[in-house]
Every structure is written in C-alpha cells, then in structure tokens.
C-alpha cells in the first residue's frame, strides 16, 4: 500500500526559509511523477512545483526562483526549500505522487499525504 508521510511544516516570519519533506512508502518513488500542492483557506488548492519522472519541475508563478522541488530515490523522499516565504504562502501544504511519467494536472494525483501546516507572518 502506497503512503506518503511529510514532515511537520512550521511558522516564520516573512523573508524566512521551511523546508518540507515527504517520505514515500510502498512502492520505488523513482516510477511516480511527483508534486507538491497548497490550500489555503477559503481557496481552492494548487499546484506548487511539480516533477515529472526525469525531474523536470515546474513551478507555479507566484513561487518560482523561491521555491525548489527535488527528491532523492535512494531515500524514497520529496523535498520542497522554500526560500523568502511571503504571508500568502501560508497554506496547508500536501505532497502527491502519481503513476505517470508527467502529472500536470490534480486529477493525474493518485496519492496524496496528510498535509502540514506553514504559516508567515508578516
């Protein structure tokens, strides 16, 4: 059974640095596209930064040059530094995998982990 477990997110201030991790159970991760995704209240959730099986990322606007998305198959594990975090990237943030070679969209998502909370504060 496929799991994904990630890290506890955390609270900064504006102009800080988190980095998220998520852990993959069950299966090789070096076979799923992978992704990070974000909801924040009221809102519907997005895409983040997204990898396909050769590990060409793609990155939401409102992330990009800030955010890296990168993983280590030896180690089954997804990881997302967020670098000069702003108050709008407070979210509930969920890491995803799918059994595709590229998964651009939400729907191509076949797992999904719990979600960790980050919070900025200004």
């Known amino acids: 059974q496929v799991q994904l477990v990630e890290s506890e997110g955390g609270s900064v201030q504006s102009g800080g640095s988190l980095r998220l991790s998520c852990q993959f159970f069950?299966?090789?991760?070096?076979?799923?596209?992978v992704g990070w995704f974000r909801q924040a209240p009221g809102k519907e959730r997005e895409a983040v930064a997204l990898?396909?099986?050769?590990?060409?990322?793609n990155y939401a606007d409102s992330v990009r040059g800030r955010f890296t998305v990168s993983r280590d198959n030896a180690k089954n594990t997804l990881y997302l530094q967020m670098n000069s975090l702003k108050p709008e990237d407070t979210a509930m943030y969920y890491c995803?995998?799918?059994?595709?070679?590229?998964?651009?969209?939400?729907?191509?998502?076949?797992?999904w982990g719990q979600g960790t909370q980050v919070t900025v504060s200004s």
């Open positions: 069950g299966h090789s991760y070096s076979n799923y596209c």
């Open positions: 990898l396909d099986i050769s590990d060409g990322a």
């Open positions: 995803a995998a799918g059994v595709r070679w590229s998964c651009p969209e939400t729907d191509d998502y076949n797992y």
